[in-house]
């Protein structure tokens, strides 16, 4: 089992940039497909963007296509959320999520499909 560590939250003014971390231990997170997610309060979790396991596929939820970039670095088992031209509604708990990936290029955005998850960080955004 893999256990997910983020980091990179805090208080940003909007147009600035974040960079949001994802450490795993445990297990090697190469054999994982891993996701971000976001919720605000009082909102359903939402998908951000996920990569595959071997880093060759991404996605991007269309309100973060363009400002945001999902990574990752197999070797550091680490995967990370660039964050650019943050807007106020961006403002949310982010968490990091991992499932077991059967194949390379195999990715999902349904929070269900992820069995492990982090304790989340906090992103503030102000106007």
């Known amino acids: 089992q893999v256990q997910l560590v983020e980091s990179g939250g805090g208080l940003v003014q909007a147009g600035g940039s974040l960079r949001l971390s994802c450490a795993a231990s445990g297990r090697t997170i190469s054999s994982y497909g891993v996701a971000w997610f976001r919720q605000a309060p009082g909102k359903e979790r939402e998908f951000v963007a996920c990569i595959s396991r071997s880093g060759g596929s991404t996605g991007h939820a269309n309100s973060v296509k363009d400002r945001f970039t999902i990574s990752r670095d197999n070797a550091k088992n680490t995967v990370s959320l660039q964050m650019n031209t943050l807007k106020p509604e961006d403002t949310a708990v982010y968490y990091c999520?991992?499932?077991?990936?059967?194949?390379?290029?195999?990715?999902?955005?349904?929070?269900?499909?992820?069995?492990?998850w982090g304790q989340g960080t906090q992103v503030i955004v102000s106007s």
């Open positions: 999520a991992a499932r077991g990936a059967s194949s390379d290029d195999e990715m999902d955005t349904r929070p269900p499909m992820y069995d492990y």
